[in-house]
C-alpha cells in the first residue's frame, strides 16, 4: 500500500512567490519522521528539512518550511520567494521502524517544480 | 567533509551479466542505505546496513543482495540482470539509523 502520496505531478511558480508542495502519509506507527528531498536535474539527492512526529513546531530551514498537520497526516513543504534555482523534483519522505529493530525510509513519487522567470 | 562517494557512475551491462555497485559513506556514518529510482516506479528502498548486518529489505527478489564492511563501506551486487533493472541506484548513509539521509550521485546502470 503506498504510505506517501504527493498529488501535484508538476507544479509551476513565478519567481520571487512561495508555493506549496503537497505531501500526505499513513502509518500506524507512533514514532515517525517526515523528510523532504530535492533532486536537480543532476540527480543528486539533497536533504532539505525534517519534522519529527513529536515535534509540536513546524520545522524550518531557511526558505523552507514544513506545514506539519498530523491530525490530517499531512506534511506540506512551503517555499518562501521561489529562485530559479529551486527548478527541481521535490520527494516527501517517511522515516518508520520496521518491526525488526531497522528503519526504512520510503518516498513519495515526487512533484516537479518549475520556477518561471 | 567528504560526501557518500558511489562507483562506478555510469555502467553498462548485458543481461545475464552481474554487476557490483560500491558505496563509501560519510565518515563517522555507520547506516548504509541502498535504493533504485525508474522512472515509472521511483524510488524503491533496497536494503539498510547497519554496522555490518543487514537491518531491513525492500521487496525485490533474491538476485539483488549487498554487504556491509567493517568500515562502513558497502557493496551492492545484482545477479542475473535483467532488461528491468537498468535504472539510477542510489545510496545513502546517515548517522543513525534514524537521521536523515546523505545520497551519493548514484550509478546509473543499463542493461542491453
Known amino acids: 500500500a503506498q504510505k506517501i502520496t504527493q498529488t501535484q505531478p508538476g507544479m509551476f511558480v513565478q519567481e520571487k512567490e512561495a508555493v506549496t508542495l503537497d505531501c500526505t502519509y499513513d502509518?500506524?506507527?507512533?514514532?515517525?519522521?517526515l523528510f523532504w528531498y530535492k533532486q536537480p536535474s543532476s540527480g543528486e539527492m539533497i536533504f532539505l528539512i525534517y519534522?519529527?512526529?513529536?515535534?509540536?513546531q513546524n520545522a524550518t530551514e531557511g526558505r523552507y518550511s514544513l506545514n506539519f498537520q498530523k491530525a490530517r497526516k499531512s506534511a506540506n513543504l512551503v517555499i518562501s520567494a521561489s529562485q530559479l534555482g529551486d527548478s527541481a523534483m521535490y520527494f516527501c519522505?517517511?522515516?518508520?521502524?520496521?518491526?525488526?529493530?531497522?528503519?526504512?525510509?520510503?518516498f513519495g513519487a515526487g512533484t516537479r517544480l518549475f520556477v518561471k522567470a | 567533509k567528504a560526501g557518500v562517494t558511489q562507483t562506478p557512475r555510469y555502467l553498462i551491462k548485458t543481461r545475464g551479466q552481474q554487476v557490483t555497485l560500491s558505496c563509501s559513506p560519510i565518515?563517522?556514518?555507520?547506516?548504509v542505505s541502498w535504493y533504485q529510482q525508474t522512472p515509472g516506479q521511483g524510488l524503491q528502498f533496497l536494503f539498510e546496513?547497519?554496522?555490518?548486518?543487514?537491518?531491513n529489505k525492500g521487496n525485490f527478489p533474491g538476485r539483488f543482495s549487498g554487504r556491509q564492511f567493517s568500515n562502513s563501506r558497502s557493496e551492492m551486487n545484482v545477479s542475473t540482470l535483467e532488461l528491468g533493472d537498468s535504472a539510477l541506484y542510489l545510496c545513502?548513509?546517515?548517522?543513525?539509523?534514524?537521521?536523515?539521509?546523505?545520497f551519493g550521485s548514484g550509478t546509473q546502470l543499463s542493461v542491453l
Open positions: 545513502a548513509s546517515s548517522l543513525g539509523q534514524g537521521s536523515e539521509l546523505f
Open positions: 502509518t500506524s506507527d507512533p514514532s515517525y519522521g
Open positions: 519534522q519529527g512526529s513529536y515535534d509540536q
Open positions: 519522505a517517511m522515516r518508520e521502524g520496521s518491526g525488526t529493530g531497522g528503519f526504512k525510509t520510503i
Open positions: 565518515s563517522g556514518h555507520r547506516s
Open positions: 546496513y547497519f554496522s555490518e548486518t543487514q537491518r
